[in-house]
């Protein structure tokens, strides 16, 4: 599976955007699909999750409330909607997938196989 993110860029404090991640093909029910987000100098970690099948997510807490992930089955699509962005959000965000994958390993990064080339987010004023 290839996946392409899309949706990145520069937004103020407070400001909102939304990331897309397409893959190449069809998804089974048992793919989990998740964004993940590395800033400059830091480790990759976990942003959200989703279950292709049922649509269950998970969250980081630093996000929760703010982010929402969802998807799109009949277009391949993984997106993640984020409000209320702050510098702290500023990352390369990329999307990840893996297939039958127990929720408590979601958010762990090197459980999934499938990468995206990740895309910039920059919050500032």
């Known amino acids: 599976v290839q996946l392409q993110a899309s949706g990145g860029g520069p937004v103020a404090p407070g400001g909102s955007l939304s990331l897309s991640c397409v893959a190449s093909r069809r998804t089974s029910g048992r793919f989990v699909m998740a964004w993940f987000r590395q800033a400059s100098g830091k480790e990759r970690e976990f942003v959200a999750a989703?279950?292709?099948?049922?649509?269950?997510?998970d969250y980081a807490d630093s996000v929760k409330g703010r982010f929402a992930i969802s998807r799109d089955t009949a277009k391949n699509t993984v997106f993640l909607r984020m409000n209320n962005l702050k510098p702290e959000d500023t990352a390369v965000y990329l999307c990840?997938?893996?297939?039958?994958?127990?929720?408590?390993?979601?958010?762990?990064?090197?459980?999934?196989?499938?990468w995206g080339q990740g895309t910039q987010v920059t919050v500032s004023s």
């Open positions: 990840a997938a893996e297939g039958t994958l127990i929720r408590s390993s979601w958010s762990m990064p090197s459980q999934y196989d499938y």
């Open positions: 989703i279950n292709w099948a049922g649509g269950a997510t």
